[in-house]
């Protein structure tokens, strides 16, 4: 079966470097979630698309953005990378039509800012 | 606003053995499901069994089931037949099933399996 795909798997930027990373939804899951996750830490809400459409933001920080495209991928764009902000970043998908609007995450883009 | 807990850093189990994983939940709503994932150190995330709030009937995927326990809010996972496989992170998650929702996932901190040889 089909999972979610993130790209890429490992990035590595400098300080105040712009980084952009990809997602791409399981084949008719309408919804897409984006969530950060620090080493020894549970994933933290960033922010939420539910048909193109921004459907919740959680501890977002301003320099980032995000969107989703008419294809259901989205992206996420970091920009004034700072040192905290080395993380796996996750892409979850599910479909609000679905009975129990499950979860699937990706493998996660490992993201370190040096 | 909801939150989950789940009050065991680190559990140890030696194989073949059966281990049980805590996890306490606080809401309000009386509709809801309750997800338990497996981190394992890939940190690939996978969803390991998920409980809808309104059945009484425990969920269970082989050798997971939880124990749900709905007016004391708690879901705990059972893991029977431990192998060396299911060491992992394991974090029980909440999400409202409300209309009205943002439907993110609420999460515990998680609970570290050792599986001991």
């Known amino acids: 079966a089909a999972g979610v795909i993130q790209s890429p798997r490992h990035l590595i930027k400098e300080k105040r470097e712009t980084a952009t990373l990809k997602c791409y939804p399981i084949?008719?899951?309408?919804?897409v979630y984006w969530y950060q996750q620090g080493p020894g830490q549970d994933p933290q809400f960033l922010i939420s698309f539910y048909e193109k459409m921004q459907s919740d933001k959680g501890s977002i920080p301003d320099r980032f953005s995000a969107q989703q495209f008419s294809d259901y991928h989205s992206e996420l764009n970091m920009s004034s990378l700072e040192l905290g902000d080395s993380a796996l970043y996750f892409c979850?998908?599910?479909?609000?039509?679905?009975?129990?609007?499950?979860?699937?995450f990706g493998p996660g883009t490992r993201l370190t800012v040096t | 606003a909801q939150t989950v807990t789940q009050s065991q850093p680190e559990m140890s189990v030696q194989e073949a053995e059966t281990v049980t994983l805590s996890c306490t939940y606080d809401t309000s709503e009386s509709d809801y499901y309750l997800f338990w994932y497996k981190q394992p150190p890939s940190r690939q995330m996978i969803l390991v069994i998920r409980?809808?709030?309104?059945k009484q009937q425990n969920a269970t995927e082989n050798r997971f089931s939880v124990n749900f326990q709905k007016a004391a809010k708690s879901f705990s996972l059972k893991i029977s037949d431990s192998q060396l496989g299911d060491a992992a992170m394991y974090f029980c998650?909440?999400?409202?099933?409300?209309?009205?929702?943002?439907?993110?996932?609420?999460w515990g901190a998680g609970t570290k399996l050792i599986i001991k040889p």
């Open positions: 409980q809808e709030a309104y």
């Open positions: 979850a998908s599910s479909q609000r039509q679905g009975i129990t609007y499950e979860q699937y």
């Open positions: 998650a909440y999400r409202s099933a409300s209309m009205d929702s943002n439907y993110q996932l609420i």
């Open positions: 084949p008719r899951h309408d919804t």
